[in-house]
């Protein structure tokens, strides 16, 4: 039987693929034999499967490890190394026991609990001192005293590279990390060195750090803290820091996804405005840089604390008072920059929107408070964001910035504001921790970033990704060497291992016309862009096996990463490698006047730690790196080369060289490996999410280190224990109790017969993957058959003594039985009779009252029925009386209409009768209507009429004239008197004007006089004060200068209201002189249009009494009217009389025709009438003349109101 055979018998717990769980469990449920190509197998669940299998068995599944090996300390001493058997181990200690530490080699594995637990007080600090790191459970103290025991013992350097993605605990294991080095390199209490290194850690997780999606305390940046030691009497002693810091996530101070926060500084300074009202800060939620998250909050987090947690160690590391309030202000100026409005700007008289330019308001609030704040020119500061300088050989020009560019100009100098601040912070930091002393060695302790793949992925995400190929082709190179050392110091004989070497993905980035050859390229040319770019990448990266270009589209592309594939979006590329802000801004803020900006400003990137590895590359003798597939080339000979023309490096070149000073740190250096995991991301304590944990495995190079393991000989075991657990495997014969290495080797050599699958070292036996589970199974079918037998002979002896105990009984209990049986028989007699009585009485009962209860129901259904026939009786007769009464209604209403119609009929028929007989009485009466004598009735009077008429004319003109002589005196006197009320109505404004005026001067030197008594009471104070409280005296010296800035800014403020009330009085003077003129303009055009309408309608009336006399005369002259002329005239036309009527008026009137001289006499009138229109005319050109002189005359100029409104300081 082969081992395969063995290994897969029946009831064999194996591993299976899952969609959702990744792997699950199954066991077998028929054994394995060579050929078979179907497993059948169960699930934990209950379902049976079958799996197909090749015909060699090279795709069987994996085997779970033995009871015994699950929730070992080091995954490395499994039996099975692999993916589920690691994933499974690390579940386990997880979930069921809560253990967070995990060995994997020379890895700790750290899965974050998301909960306080009690692991770090210094009772755990002394239990792990001294103690080697087997020796108790896994920690991040065991890793740290390894470390620290090796610097101890060879004197070398050290680091501990801790990494993970975001969210999984990195920042709180190095933290943790430094304090024990800390506390074992000084004492338990705090030094003041010590001191100092824990206090740099609030400051770069306020400055540094920020809540994300995935983490509310996410580091945006690279740290590496060399934690200095100095040799005192062979004691290790901290001496110092330094702080290195790598790619600071710039954008997060202009940009935030949803559900994310700005820098935690931000929100800090917001919540504890109160103690700097200089800033003029708001609420968090008033800012455009800090409320695009929609998350300001975290829970269980003061950022008012937290804010008071950072300035005390900014003390403590020795920030003066003088720098802090200046790095707040830098701070504020940031948030008060991201709030300028950039608003679009219009043609020049039009409302067309120009598109090339725009515009910033001089008086915007947040401009100049920036400028206050920062102490630099607001004015200069809106100009360069609003204009743009290009630079040629011997010129320049200026060109406007549209909206966009605008804004990307102030998020430009937003970020590079926040950069060089980060940057002078860590220089202080650097400067404190280290004071100089010569140190012997250190520590390095390095918090980088873990590999990170979302769903759009730009430059910040490849930087970190190169960063993690970096350090895996690092890791790699290391664990295969310790595997390599390990089997030299056994004495075993060994083949190279084979694992994956990323160079050629490293190659892909770094190379000569690689990825960042070509994107720096791309930042030189004048016209590149994001799309030409990647048209490049894909010419000449597509040679390489990493790169993949997409299927779609050319915005986008794909490198293969040692973790996964991850497809990179080109957009923005170029700009934020290449980090551009307007070197007219930057100098606009190098101008400051303020000294810790101005400062901040002219750093300079200097790579400290490039320098340090260089330092330390002479001291490195003959180490020498191995490489598992091919010789390490160096970083150098791939370097590009730079023009000496490009002045200023992008961000690419110098991430690229950063990380080339920290690897070549990392290999000088003995590295310990943390790999932090995040279970999930809900935060919840102990939960586990198996696809994302697997995930992170495979990118932490946890698996590769099993891998590698697995290509070895990864089960090891001493000699004793091997011969305590597997003795039982050889005959007696091959057991010698005083030579276990031998009775060892008889032991393997009887069950392993390939060579190959172990090795025989000096204290340690060797095994391939596989071997000891294989021994195991052995053992435990030994184990097996030999419990079997002994069971056996057991169970007989067992089972005799229960048969006779069992015999025994059963007698006794039949003669109880029977016994019983018969009394229960005896019993159920008795009871049967009994029953048959009980019976009889009970039917008889029951059948009497079902009797009575029927009686009663037929009784109650004949009374309702009975009822129910006499309501039906009664509503039939309701409805026949009811039907009675409609019909006689309907009679009446039918005879009453036949009534009204037949009496309509009556009363046309008359109204016909009588039409008939009115109009026959109209016919006669008009006929008699044409008669003379109806004539003479009709125009009697017409002549008394005519004459009062005529003697009402000369009324009206004569009242006319007197009325049009008044008129004009009366327009004259109105215009005189309104002159005269507006000539009053300017006296008493101006003089009400001068009296607030000389009140307002008044109260303004009153003023100034409390206040000059203040500040010399003030200052008296401080005279006597100045020797106690000398801290104190500055702190009055400055309110006094802000009080005389007061004083001043009162004084200017009540001038420029003086001058603004004169104007404004002015104006009003201007507006009412003019007002008052139109309005004597409009009386005398509506007077004029009056005497026009009267003129005109005494040319109506004349006329119309002229036609009147001409008709009469015409009438007495040559016209005789007859009977017969009248005929067609009606009843109504009364205007002309009969011929009797006016032989009677010539009669009565002789004197009628002498009076047609005045009639006629119209001629004059109208020249009358047309001398007073050309008077009015005149008197309207003579007023349009006064209107002009008035208007030229008070004209409002500066100094016609001087003297009446601004009187002299020494008048009342």
Known sequence: MSSEEMLYAKGSKIWIPHAEQVWESASLEESYHKGDTILKIQTESGALKEIKLKPDGSNLPPLRNPAILVGQNDLTTLSYLHEPGVLYNLRVRFCERQIIYTYCGIILVAINPYADLPLYGPNIIRAYRGHAMGDLEPHIFALA????????????????????????????????????????????????????????SPIMEAFGNAKTTRNDNSSRFGKFTKLLFTNQMGVMYLQG???????????????????ERNYHIFYQLCAARAKYPELVLDHQDNYQFLN?????????????????????????????????ADIVKILAGILHLGNIEVSKKYMEGSDVEDSDSCDIFQNDLHLQVTGDLLKINAEDLRRWLLMRKIESANEYVLIPNNKEMAMAARDALAKHIYAKLFQYIVNVLNKSLHNGSKQCSFIGVLDIYGFETFEVNSFEQF????????????????????????????????????????????????????????????????KGSDESWAGKLVDKCNKFPHFEKPRFGTTSFFIKHFSDTVEYDVNGFLEKNRDTVSKELT???????????????????????????????TTLGGRVVISANRKQQLNETRRRVVSSKQHKKTVGSQFQESLTSLISTLHATTPHYVRCIKPNDDKIAFKWETAKIIQQLRACGVLETVRISAAGFPSRWLYPD????????????????????????????????????????????????????????VRANLRKKYITTVQSVVRRFIKRRRYVRLQKIIFGIQRHARGYMARMRAQKLREARAALILSKYARGWLCRRRYLRLCHSVAGIQQYARGMLARNRFYAMRDYYRAVQIQRFVRGVLARRAYQKRRRSIIICQSAVRRFLARRQFKRMKAEAKTISHMENKYMGLENKIISMQQRIDELNRDNSALKHKTSEISVLKMKLEMKKNLEHEFKNIKAACLDKDKLIEALNKQLESERDEKMQLLEENGHSQEEWNQQKQIWCNENRELRKQVDSMIEMAKNAAGNQREHEERMLTE????????????AIKDKEVIENENYLLKEELSHFQQQHNGIAAFNMHHTRTASNASSQNEDDIGYGSAKNTLEINSRYPDLRNKNDSFLDNTSIVVKLRSILEEEKQKHRSLQEQYVKLASRNKPTEDSFRPTCCPPRGST
């Open 1072 to 1083: 009412i002189d003019n007002k008052e003129l139109n309005e004597a303009y409009q009386r």
């Open 463 to 526: 930087c970190i990704n190169y960063a993690n190929e970096k350090l895996q082709q690092q890791f790699n190179q290391h664990v295969f060497k310790l595997e390599q050392e390990e089997y030299l110091k056994e004495g075993i004989t060994w083949t190279m291992i084979d694992f994956y070497d990323n160079q050629p993905c490293i190659d892909l980035i770094e190379t000569r016309l690689g990825v960042l050859d070509l994107l720096d390229e791309e930042c030189r040319m004048p």
């Open 241 to 259: 820091a330094t702080v290195h810091t790598y790619l600071l996530e710039k954008s997060r101070v202009v940009y935030q996804a949803q559900g």
């Open 587 to 617: 100098n606009v803020l190098a101008q400051s006047n303020m000294q810790l900006c101005k400062q901040v400003m002219i750093l300079e990137e200097v790579d400290t730690l490039g320098t340090d590895a260089n330092k330390m590359a």
């Open 145 to 200: 005293e390894e470390a620290y025991t090796k610097l101890e013992r060879e004197n070398c350097n050290l680091s501990i590279i801790v990494s993970g993605e975001s969210g999984a605990g990195k920042t709180v294991s190095a933290k943790y990390a430094m304090r024990y080095f800390a506390a074992v390199g000084g004492s338990e209490s705090e030094t003041q060195v010590e001191r100092k290194v824990l206090a740099s």
């Open 292 to 324: 695009m998250g929609g998350s300001p909050d975290i829970e269980r987090i003061s950022d008012a604390d937290q804010f008071n947690e950072t300035v005390q160690a900014m003390t403590v590391l020795g920030f003066s008072i003088q720098q802090i």
């Open 722 to 777: 091997f011969y305590m657990r597997y003795q039982l495997l050889a005959h007696r014969s091959q057991i010698d109790k005083n030579d276990m290495k031998q009775s060892c080797r008889n032991i393997v050599l009887k069950w392993i017969q390939d060579e190959d699958k172990y090795r025989f070292g000096n204290t340690q036996i060797f095994f391939r993957a596989g071997q000891v589970a294989y021994l195991e199974q």
